[in-house]
């Protein structure tokens, strides 16, 4: 079981990027994915969910507008569109799956239930 974590860069405010997580070893389509982030000094926090029953999404007040997850189930790929970046997005974003159905937002963004922690990807967002 592998999820592994892509896309990440440097970006001025305003730009955007897409992350992806490709995953292996598992059957995408029966599994929640999330995504969360980590700032130098900060605890992890959760950015996105997309529950697998029914592709309901969950979102982070401060991303809310600007970010948008999707999966590919044929390329086993959970993505996250991210528009109009600014400075305090800068972390490390992972990717992590969870076996339960996400119905609300503290279950996605708590990442209590979520495991198979991938590598993470740096995103900068920096003039």
């Known amino acids: 079981v592998q999820l592994q974590a892509s896309g990440g860069g440097l970006v001025q405010p305003g730009g955007s990027l897409r992350l992806s997580c490709e995953a292996s070893g598992f059957q995408l389509s029966i599994y929640s994915i999330g995504w969360f982030r980590q700032a130098p000094g900060n605890q992890r926090e959760g950015v996105s969910c997309?529950?697998?029953?029914?592709?309901?999404?969950f979102y982070a007040d401060s991303v809310k507008g600007r970010f948008t997850i999707s999966r590919d189930v044929s390329k086993s790929t959970v993505y996250l569109q991210m528009d109009d970046l600014k400075p305090e997005d800068t972390a490390v974003y992972y990717c992590?799956?969870?076996?339960?159905?996400?119905?609300?937002?503290?279950?996605?963004?708590?990442?209590?239930?979520?495991?198979?922690w991938g590598q993470g990807t740096l995103v900068t967002v920096s003039s």
């Open positions: 992590a799956r969870s076996p339960y159905y996400i119905t609300s937002s503290d279950n996605c963004l708590s990442g209590r239930t979520f495991e198979s």
């Open positions: 997309l529950s697998y029953r029914d592709r309901k999404t």
